[in-house]
C-alpha cells in the first residue's frame, strides 16, 4: 500500500490531524548517532505508533542547506553549493532509509516552496511592525577579505566567560549574543583578529512577542517542564532582537530588494516545516494549510538541546507574526556523549551512522538508544559494553529466546498451527488479561513522549513472558496433558504477536520478521489479529548476540597521529641514507630520525608540515635518538611525505568512527601490522575511511594510488 493510501486511510478514520518534524540535519556533514539519539528516532517512534493507531499523521524533514559553512565548504571542494549540498542531501536519505526512519518527505530548504514561503513570513511580519533595520557593528577578517557571521567567528562568551565559543552562541550556557559582543573574538578560518565595520541590517522585534510567548510557555500542558523553565528565565532577564541578515558571500535566499544581503538560516530552516508539508501536500493532492492553519492539528517538533532557543523562542515568535498554528509540544533530548566524553573527532569518539551501519543491524541501536534515553534534556552515554550488554541481556536472552521458543515449540509440537487456547485456569486469565492491556499501557506512555519508560514496560512484559512459560512447562505438560499445553502455547503465540505489535515502532525490522513469520499482515495497534488453527512458519533466530570480538578496540585506536611542523633538517652524521629533523609539536619539540634521504631533498622537506606517530617507543638510529617516526607512503621505487597544508602543530589525527585511545610506547612491529594506503585522490585511507585533522583537513601524498604508509 502507498504512503498516500495509508493516509486517505488514517484521515478518513481518525480527523485530528498530527503533523511531525524532525530538527533539519545540516548538509555539510554526515548523520552521526547522536543525531539519531535526540531527533529522529524518538520522533520516528511517536509516528510510528500514530500510523499503527490509524491516526491521520504526517512526518516531514529536510535539509537545512543554507549558510556559510555550506558556502565555505563548497568553495573548498571546487563546486557550487547547490551541488555540494545534493552530496549530502543523498547520503543523508539513504542513512535514514538504512536506519528505518520513516519520513512521508524528506526534502531540502534550497527549494523553490522555502524560498516563497520565507518570502511570505517575512512580509508578514513586516506588516505587524516587526521588521526594522538599524546599523550594526559587523567582524571583518581583512586576511580572508569577508564578513564573518556566527559560525566564522569565535571567542569568549560574553555571558559566561567560556572560552573557543562561536559568534551567534554558548555550547556551555546555552545564551545567544551578536557577532560584536563576543570577547577576544577571532576568526575561525586562519585565526587573525577581525575589524569592526558597520552596516545597517533587518532584525526582527523578538520583543515584541515577549508576553505571548511566555503565555505559550506557561499554558501548554506538554512542554517538557526542564525546557520550559530554562526559557522563562530567558525571557524573564529579557528578550533581545533578532538579527536576520547575513552579508555576502553567503548562501541562501535573499531578502527582497537586496542585492547583497540574506536571510540568516536560522530564518528559512525552520520555516522548511512548512515548505516540506507543501511539497508532500502537492505531491499527495492534499491542502498543506490544514496543518499550519487549521486549529484542529497537533504539531510536534522533535529536537535536540542544542537548538531550544531558536525552537522556543525565534520560531514560535515567527510563527505568530504570520498567524500559523503553535507547535503543540516540542519533545527536546540531550547531547550523546561516548564513553562518558562528549563526541570528539580528534578523540575518535564521533560515531557516524554510517559506520554504525556497517558494523550492526539498525534495530540494535534503535533499541538500545531508546532504553537509554530519558524524556529530557539530560545527556544519554554510547559505549560498545554497554550495548553489547543490553543487546545481549534484553533483546536476546528476555524477548528473542521468549519468542524462539514459543514458535519453534508450536512448529515442533502441533504440526505448525497456533492451538485453541482451551480451558483457561486463573493463572492464565491474569496472563491473558496483561496481555490485552499492554498496547493500552504502551500507547498511553508513546503519547507522551516517555518512550524509555514504554520501552521498559514492554520489556517488563517479555520478562512475564518467560516466567509463564517457565512455570507452566509445556514440554512435560505436551506429552500427559496436550490441552493444557496448547493452552500455554496459544496465550505465549497470543504473547509473541503483541510483542511483535507493541515493539514496532521500536525495532520495525524484527517485529516485521516475526509477524511475517506468523502469517499476519496490515498490524493495528491493539487489535490482535492471530487465531487458532492458523498456520506459522518455522522461526528464525532474530537477535544475533555481539560478541566481545565484535566490540573489539580497533588496532588504529593505539596510534597517536599528530600534525608537526618541521623547523630544521640536516644529515645524519653517521648514516647515507637518514636525516635529523627537529620538529614543532605545538606545546614541545622533538627530534626525529627519518630514512628519506636517498628519496627526498632538504629543501622539499623544509618547513613542511607533516604526520608522525608521536607515541612511538623512542630508538636510537645509529646513535641519535629518535622521538617519534615520520609517516611516508612507499610504493616500491618511490617515496612521498603524508603532508597537511594549513594544519597548526599538534593538532590531532584521526579516522572517523574509530575511538582515538592511544598508549604509551607503541611498537613499531604493531604499526607495521596497521594498513594504511594511498586513494586515488591521494588521500590516506584506514579501512576505507579518509585520515583527516580534528579541524576536518585530509592527509596527502604525492604518489601514486595503492602506495602502503610506512
Known sequence: MKLIDLYRNR??????????????????????????????????????????????????????????????????????????????????????????????????????????????FFKKAQEKG???????????????????????????????????????????????????????AYCAVCHAGPEKRTQEHYFFKLTQYEKQLKKWLTTNRHIQKDVKNYVLNWIKEGLKDWDITRTGPYFGFLIPGEKNKYFYVWLDAPIGYVSSTVKWAKMNKENWEDFWHDKNTDIYHFIGKDIIYFHFLFWPALLMAADFNLPTNIPTRGYLTVNRDKMSKSRGTFILLREYLNRFPGDYLRYFLTSVTSNNT???????????????????????????????????????????????????????????????????????????????????FARECNRYFNINQPWKTVKDNKAKAGTTLYLSVKAVCMLSMVLEPFIPSISKEIQSTLGIKNTAWGKISMKPGMKIKSP??????????????????????????????????????????NIDLGDEKRQLVAGLREHIKKEDLEKKNVVIIANLEY?????????????????????????????????????????????????FNDFLKIEMTVTKKGNIAYKDTILKTESGKALIADIGEGAKIR
Do not use: W
Open 130 to 184: 516587526s521588521i526594522y533595520t538599524k546599523k550594526v557593528d559587523l567582524m571583518y577578517c581583512p586576511k580572508c577579505t569577508r564578513y564573518l557571521p556566527d559560525r566564522y567567528l569565535k571567542g569568549t562568551c560574553p555571558k559566561c566567560a567560556a572560552e573557543d565559543q562561536y559568534g551567534d552562541s554558548c555550547e556551555k550556557c546555552g545564551a545567544t549574543y551578536q557577532t560584536g559582543e563576543l570577547i577576544d
Open 378 to 460: 539530560t545527556d544519554t552515554d554510547f559505549s560498545y559494553n554497554e550495548f553489547q550488554v543490553k543487546v545481549n541481556n534484553d533483546l536476546s536472552d528476555t524477548f528473542g529466546n521468549f519468542v524462539h521458543r514459543t514458535l519453534t515449540f508450536t512448529v515442533n509440537n502441533f504440526d505448525s498451527e497456533i492451538p485453541s487456547s482451551g480451558k483457561m485456569s486463573k493463572d492464565d486469565k491474569l496472563f491473558d488479561s496483561k496481555i490485552n492491556n499492554l498496547a493500552k499501557e504502551v500507547g498511553a506512555l508513546i503519547e507522551e513522549v516517555e518512550l524509555k519508560k514504554a520501552l521498559e514496560t514492554i520489556m517488563e
Open 540 to 581: 528464525k533466530p532474530l537477535v544475533v548476540k555481539i560478541t566481545d570480538k565484535d566490540i573489539a578496540e580497533d588496532p588504529f585506536s593505539a596510534l597517536d597521529l599528530r600534525v608537526a611542523k618541521i623547523l630544521s633538517i640536516k644529515d645524519h652524521p653517521d648514516a647515507d641514507k637518514l636525516y635529523v629533523l
Open 619 to 667: 630508538a636510537k638510529l645509529r646513535g641519535i635518538e629518535s622521538q617519534g617516526m615520520l609517516l611516508a607512503a612507499d610504493n616500491g621505487p618511490d617515496v612521498a611525505i603524508v603532508s597537511i597544508d594549513d594544519a597548526k602543530p599538534g593538532e590531532n589525527v584521526s579516522a572517523e568512527g574509530i575511538a582515538k585511545k592511544p598508549i604509551t610506547g607503541f611498537k
Open 11 to 120: 484521515k478518513a478514520e481518525n480527523p485530528k490531524r498530527i503533523l511531525v518534524t524532525s530538527a533539519l540535519p545540516y548538509a555539510n556533514g554526515s548523520i552521526h548517532i547522536g543525531h539519531l539519539t535526540s531527533t529522529y528516532l524518538p520522533a520516528d517512534i511517536f509516528v510510528r505508533y500514530h500510523r499503527l493507531k490509524k491516526n491521520n499523521v504526517v512526518y516531514v524533514c529536510a535539509t537545512d542547506e543554507h549558510g556559510t559553512p555550506i558556502e565555505i565548504s563548497a568553495k573548498k571542494a571546487n563546486l557550487k553549493p547547490e551541488e555540494f549540498v545534493k552530496r549530502y542531501r543523498k547520503e543523508h536519505a539513504k542513512d535514514f532509509k538504512d536506519i528505518d526512519i520513516s519520513f512521508d518527505i524528506f526534502h531540502h530548504t534550497h527549494s523553490e516552496e522555502n524560498k516563497k514561503l520565507a518570502e511570505h
